[in-house]
C-alpha cells in the first residue's frame, strides 16, 4: 500500500534526525519501495538504525500512524502486545531479542494556519536480522534439496522454541522469517510477532470479523471463524509450516493448489464458518468439529508431488506424507 502523508511526515522528520532518544543514528526506512510506492506490512513502518548505546544495527519498528490504524484499538493493543511478548523472550535462543522499552517520539506537524499539532508515535527496537530465505522458495531449480530440508528444519525448530515458550505467531511465512549465521550453521528466528498471542492472552475483540495473518497461509480454522480462539493458535502455526514445506519443494502456491484441485474449497469453508459465527462462544469448535465431519470428505488432498514438483523422487513419498500430516 502507498505510504500515507502522516507516515510520510514521520519518515522524512526521523531519517533527517541526527538521532533519535540520544541513540539511534542513520535512521532509513525498509519495509517501503519508493519505486512502487508500496509499504510491505499494515501495521507498522520498520526502520534500520545504528544502536550507538549497544554499538549494533537494530530495528525500529513504528506504529503506522495512517488515518486507518491511529484510532484502531485492537491493532494499538496488538502493537503494545508484540512488545510485552517479545519481553518475555529474552534470552531465548532462536526467538527475536527486544533491544528497547516500548517508548514514544512526538511528531510534530505544523498546519497552515501556523498551529502545531503533536502526534505521540509509538516505537520499540529490535535486534537486526539481515538474512532473508525468500531465496529457497524462489530459486527452486538452483538450491540444493537437502539444504532445504536443513532449512525447513531450521524453521521447524524456531516455531517449536516459540511454542514451548507459549507464544504461537500465527503469521507465519517466507516474509516474517530471518535467519543468521552461528559457528558456520544457519538459525531461522520468526519476526514480526504482530499478531502473536499467547494462551493467556486478552481477546481483545468479542467478535472477530476476518481471519488474523495472510490469507495464503492461514489455517481453515482461522478462515472459518475460530481466529479468537487460543486452542487453534498452536495449530495454525503448524498448517503454516506445511504451507512453507509445500512452497519450498513446489513452484506453485499452497493455497493455490488447493483451490486449483477443490473448486468448492472456500464454499465448504464459508458454510461451515457461518454456522461458527451463529453458534454461541463456547460450542464454536464443537460446532466446527461437527462441518468439518459432514463436509471434509469432500476435500481432494494436495501433494507436493504435482505439476510444479522440484523434490527428488526418493523423498516424494516421505515429504508427502510429512505434508499431509502438517
Known amino acids: ?32 519501495d519508493s519505486v512502487s510506492d508500496q509499504k510491505r506490512g499494515c501495521f507498522s513502518l520498520v526502520f534500520k538504525a545504528f544502536d550507538a548505546l549497544m554499538q549494533k544495527t537494530v530495528a525500529l519498528k513504528f506504529y503506522d500512524i495512517g488515518p486507518a490504524n491511529m484510532n484502531d484499538k485492537y491493532r494499538i493493543s496488538a502493537f503494545a502486545r508484540e512488545h510485552e511478548i517479545l519481553n518475555s ?50 530459486s527452486h531449480n538452483i538450491i540444493n534439496p537437502i ?34 549465521t552461528d559457528a558456520l550453521k544457519r538459525v531461522v528466528v520468526a519476526i514480526d510477532l504482530g499478531t502473536a498471542a499467547r494462551f ?60 486449483a484441485k477443490n473448486s468448492t474449497y472456500d464454499i465448504i469453508i464459508g458454510a461451515i464458518g457461518t454456522n461458527v459465527y451463529q453458534t454461541v462462544e463456547g460450542k464454536k469448535v464443537h460446532e466446527w468439529c461437527v462441518g468439518l465431519r459432514k463436509f471434509s470428505n469432500g476435500i481432494q488432498v494436495v501433494k507436493i508431488a504435482e505439476p510444479g514438483s522440484t523434490v527428488p523422487p526418493g523423498i516424494i513419498n516421505i515429504l508427502d506424507e510429512i505434508l499431509e500430516a502438517l
Open 89 to 138: 523472550l529474552i534470552t531465548v535462543d532462536r526467538c527475536l531479542q527486544l533491544m528497547s522499552d516500548l517508548s514514544s517520539f512526538n511528531l510534530e506537524c505544523v498546519l497552515p494556519t501556523g498551529d502545531v499539532i503533536t502526534i505521540a508515535c509509538s516505537y520499540f527496537a529490535v535486534e537486526w536480522i539481515d538474512q532473508e530465505i525468500d531465496g529457497f522458495f524462489l
Open 1 to 32: 500500500m502507498p505510504l500515507h502523508p502522516n507516515n510520510k511526515l514521520l519518515v522524512d522528520t526521523l531519517c533527517a534526525l541526527d538521532n533519535l532518544a540520544g541513540r539511534y543514528e542513520k535512521i532509513q526506512l525498509v519495509n517501503y
Open 147 to 180: 539444504d532445504k530440508l536443513r532449512l525447513f528444519n531450521e524453521i521447524v525448530l524456531s516455531v517449536e522454541t516459540l511454542h514451548k515458550h507459549d507464544v504461537f505467531h500465527r503469521d507465519l511465512k517466507a516474509d516474517n522469517l530471518r535467519s543468521y
Open 200 to 259: 493467556d492472552s486478552v481477546q481483545m475483540l468479542q467478535n472477530y470479523g476476518h481471519h488474523v495473518g495472510s490469507p495464503g497461509y492461514a489455517s481453515p480454522e482461522a478462515l472459518g471463524g475460530l481466529t479468537a480462539h487460543r486452542e487453534i493458535a498452536p495449530f495454525t502455526d503448524i498448517y503454516a509450516l506445511g504451507c512453507l514445506l509445500f512452497e519450498l519443494f513446489n513452484m506453485d502456491y499452497f493455497y493455490r493448489s488447493v483451490r
